[in-house]
């Protein structure tokens, strides 16, 4: 079965860190484009970064610029999400998300295997 | 990197036509043919319905539809069931790598 499983969240106090990891299984995780989307309590998701499936690029929302960073290790099936000075707007469920690929492409921009997510909540 | 602007909640009854909008810029929903929607049920992952604009990945069925028309992308759910009852997102590609969802719109099946 094809499988994303994010783990990693917890509580953090303002100015903190914490690094997500999301495991793969079933996929072929080296092929495919990786995002990490955020879902605040009671609101929309956020695309928040992606990397591309041989980790040469990387994209940021601008709100995380220069405090999240994304990773990939495809030896080990595994994407991961360092976040750094974390504050109360980075409070959301955070979901890893494979990138869709068709016969003939793989999109950056259409997620068909999503995790089940990991909360991260920032708080004093 | 705004937030694509679809309705907060939309219904119908069942076996009708319901049609979500998702509207944009030409930075992202009218400069890409890349729009894709999600249907998410509560406590549950999203599921994606529709990719560039119209195509349905296998397994989706064909009473999910898309279409785009300037800045603005349509989600059509023909033959509502009961099941469909679930949060829509769309999201589009913005450039640069980037991506922008939309709010949400919870549709409810009376």
């Known amino acids: 079965e094809v499988q994303l499983e994010e783990s990693g969240g917890g509580l953090v106090q303002p100015g903190g860190s914490l690094r997500l990891s999301c495991a793969a299984s079933?996929?072929?995780?080296?092929?495919?484009?990786m995002t990490w989307v955020r879902q605040a309590p009671g609101k929309g998701m956020e695309w928040v970064a992606n990397?591309?499936?041989?980790?040469?690029?990387?994209s940021y929302v601008d709100s995380v610029k220069g405090r999240f960073t994304i990773s990939r290790d495809n030896a080990k099936n595994s994407l991961y999400l360092q976040m750094d000075s974390l504050g109360a707007a980075d409070t959301a469920v955070y979901y890893c998300?494979?990138?869709?690929?068709?016969?003939?492409?793989?999109?950056?921009?259409?997620?068909?295997?999503w995790g089940q997510g990991t909360t991260v909540t920032v708080s004093s | 990197q705004s937030a694509l602007t679809q309705p907060p909640s939309a219904s119908g009854s069942p076996g009708q036509s319901v049609t979500i909008s998702c509207t944009g810029t030409s930075s992202d929903v009218g400069g890409y043919n890349y729009v894709s929607w999600y249907q998410q049920h509560p406590g549950k992952a999203p599921k994606l319905l529709i990719y560039?604009?119209?195509k349905r990945p296998s397994g989706v069925p064909n009473r999910f539809s898309g279409s785009k028309s300037g800045n603005t992308a349509s989600l059509t759910v023909s033959g509502l069931q009961a099941e469909d009852e679930a949060e829509y997102y769309c999201n589009s590609y913005a450039g640069s790598n980037s991506l922008v969802f939309g709010g949400g719109t919870k549709l409810t099946v009376l």
């Open positions: 560039e604009v119209t």
């Open positions: 998300a494979r990138g869709y690929c068709s016969d003939v492409i793989c999109y950056m921009s259409a997620m068909d295997v």
């Open positions: 079933g996929i072929t995780f080296s092929k495919h484009w």
């Open positions: 990397i591309k499936a041989d980790g040469s690029e990387k």
